[in-house]
């Protein structure tokens, strides 16, 4: 009996932990959308150079935020619906906080209802790299960014077509920059 219940309870967390939880947190996080003022101290950022970054993990520690280095480098996992990119809904890029290397166009963002902000494509095939991730007793894939090789989440296979997979990423380590023309247009059409 004491395996029986073992068992039930190992296989509830394993699939609490499989999909995206639920909780909900009370206090909204402020959105950061592209503070390129953050990134002087980090010699590795850079929206247009595309070379492999190769700095330590203490060279990281020293550079990234607290938060972001915790995800991005220790593969943790911020709490769901702390993102304020999760239901952000303009248009424009989605790059690597770490690094700046584009990740995802907004046009590719979808509400799956996980509590993070989710895609069903990359940008581009080298933009994203991917990894078998076992850990907790499950088998997931872990996506990474192609160019720092940061954690920005995992990608699962029930997401909308045409791909019908959902890269749930998380948001801390996602920059987000408003598509300029896309701005100017709508400006101008409002006047």
Known sequence: MKYLIRNITFIVLALLLQQCTYSQSSTP??????DTSKK????AYSRTDKTPVNVTDEQWKKIL???????ARKKGTERAWTSPLENL????TYYCAVCGN?????DTKFDSGCGWPSFYQPISKSSIIYASDH???MDRTEVMCGR?????GHVFNDGPPPTHLR????GVVLDFEKAKEAEKKYNADKQ
């Open 29 to 34: 996080a402020k959105l950061n959308t592209m």
């Open 40 to 43: 002087t101290t980090n010699p």
């Open 65 to 71: 935020p607290a938060d972001v280095y915790e995800v």
């Open 89 to 92: 809904h303009d248009v424009g």
């Open 102 to 106: 584009a990740l995802f166009q907004s």
């Open 135 to 137: 850990s907790y007793g």
């Open 148 to 152: 720092c090789k940061s954690h920005l």
């Open 167 to 170: 890269y749930c990423i998380n």
